[in-house]
């Protein structure tokens, strides 16, 4: 599911979908995620001015760049692609996760806060509607690197129980 570096049949222009949190409305008695829809803009061949803070110098990222609006709450949210003509079959879908919305590219602006049922949450005024995403592919090299591999070798996860078992509802006409 995780795309690859080449992004096949990916490309400036192709439709992305995304969920994250809706931080100005968490629910009253459960988180519910908000999607939201772009499409690529830009897919650069060289790493890109990206700053996390008014206070910190610009670094270069690989990055891809969608067009969409995204706010707090969102960074960290998974971006799916999904091929056009999958839409348009029958088919089953093949969605692929590209990347994970880091933030939104654009001009600095002061930072502000939005008071929440749950939380004070940080949030920029400004916005241009340009989505920065960190590549999937990134992911894969940091989760399947030999320093991760050899920390879930010597720190095992206990196998989580299965769910209750089940009993069958009796079948009508028969007494259990």
Known sequence: MLATKELPGIGEGSDVFFFGLFTTYYGERKNVPMFRFGRVA????????????PETPPELAELYLLETQTYGGNNGSPVFYMPEIIRRSEAAPTE??????????????????????TANVPVYRQNIGIAAVT?????HEILFSDALKKLRAENPMPNPPGPPAANPPPTPGKTP
């Open 42 to 53: 830009m897919l650069p061949a060289d790493r890109i001015p990206w700053q996390d803070r």
């Open 135 to 139: 590549a999937a592919y990134l992911l």
């Open 96 to 117: 692929e996760l590209i990347g994970i919305i880091r933030g939104y590219y654009g001009e600095l602006s002061p930072m502000g806060f939005v008071n929440t049922p």
